[in-house]
């Protein structure tokens, strides 16, 4: 009895040390390659936005995205063709600063972990850097929650095996909670 009150004054006491913010999801249109010449892509990411104990400045963004040949998307005989993606997850630091009323820029870097697939027979994963840069309206009004809509830039490149690089313009929404 004594351990389960233990229990229940210490689980009162402890706080969260991560803190999500928002769930957010985009679409884009670029860039990719691996050992290759660069292919015309489309995709879509989802991720999801936190702060954590020793920043309210800096948020941390945790994600995946999915790019593949834009010819795989058009109506056309698909027997025998082979249509290069390329799959990545990543973590990003962002900085968010207003600048008018409703319109942010959002600076982000960091890591990417990214699966190579440009060719039939490549299946390689590596690991690198990204980095972003997007604009865009905040709809939140100095509420806490609701949506935000921006449009940038997201660059890629792993440092190993294929060198792997994506370079997309992306346009998204945010839900804040």
Do not use: C
Not at 6 to 34: C, D, E, P
Not at 59 to 69: A, D, L, T, Y
Not at 91 to 108: D, H, P, R, V
């Amino acid at each position: 009895m004594l351990q389960l009150v233990l229990i229940i004054v210490i689980s009162t006491q402890t706080y969260a040390q991560v803190q999500i913010k928002s769930v957010n999801a985009g679409i884009s249109i670029g860039s990719i390659n691996g050992n290759s010449l660069p292919f015309t892509a489309f995709g879509g990411k989802i991720s999801s936005d936190f702060n954590l104990w020793f920043s309210d400045e800096v948020s941390f963004q945790i994600g995946f995205e999915h790019s593949r040949k834009i010819e795989y998307y058009l109506p056309e005989n698909r027997t025998g063709k082979v249509y290069p993606f390329i799959n990545y997850y990543f973590i990003k630091a962002l900085l968010n600063q207003k600048y008018y009323k409703l319109l942010f820029l959002e600076e982000g870097v960091g890591l990417v972990l990214l699966n190579d697939r440009t060719f039939s027979d490549t299946n390689i994963w590596e690991y690198g850097g990204t980095f972003s840069l997007s604009t865009g309206i905040d709809f939140r009004n100095e509420l806490d929650s609701g949506f935000t809509v921006s449009a940038g830039i997201n660059y890629g490149i792993t440092i190993n095996s294929t060198a792997a690089s994506f370079s997309l313009i992306t346009v998204q929404t945010k839900y804040f909670f």
